[in-house]
């Protein structure tokens, strides 16, 4: 007789790693934070429930990065740009801890020149970018698996096939 699946240790009814979302009538959801590179290339992804906070994140996001970096000097140090909620001395403080020099926008604020018009545009755009890119691929728009390991792996696999992309283009184009 088979037993049923909960007893089985394959996990919840709806998957493990989801939350409430809190902008969508608490339905649940999921997380994706990435880290992307000044072009928009990803170079870190973590899974999240939806209603874990950024700042959360940052500490994750930042470990989990598969490129092995240069060691940041005096003379030219590693920027890291975040939006405004990273506004705050867990998000300032992660990103120190990692050797970064971070660029928050803080709350309420925005770049003025003299006129009153933005001086230099937000560069969250970048991320957003990668993110439409990203969600072009239908099994990561739409959860269809239940463990986050899998879902987290067919994330991967859309960033590593973005990176075939970026690196074809630049040899054809030679």
């Not at 970064?100 to 001086?119: A, F, M, T, V, W």
Request: glycine content about 8%; some cysteine.
């Amino acid at each position: 007789m088979a037993g049923n699946r909960y007893g089985d240790g394959q996990g919840a009814f709806w998957g493990d790693c989801i939350g409430p979302n809190p902008t969508d009538r608490a339905k649940n959801g999921v997380k994706r934070s990435l880290l992307v590179e000044a072009d928009g290339g990803p170079l870190a992804v973590v899974v999240a429930p939806a209603n874990v906070h950024d700042t959360k994140l940052l500490e994750a996001i930042l470990g989990a990065i598969i490129v092995e970096r240069p060691e940041p000097t005096e003379d030219s140090p590693q920027n890291l740009s975040l939006d405004k909620a990273y506004d705050n001395p867990t998000g300032r403080q992660a990103a120190t801890d990692h050797n970064y020099e971070p660029h928050i926008r803080c709350i309420g604020e925005e770049k003025l020149d003299s006129q009153g018009r933005n001086k230099y545009p937000a560069r969250r755009w970048v991320v957003e970018r990668t993110m439409a890119w990203l969600s072009k691929c239908r099994a990561i728009l739409v959860r269809y698996e239940k463990k986050a390991c899998n879902y987290l792996g067919l994330i991967k696999l859309a960033c590593a096939l973005f990176w075939y992309r970026k690196l074809w283009r630049l040899t054809v184009l030679r």
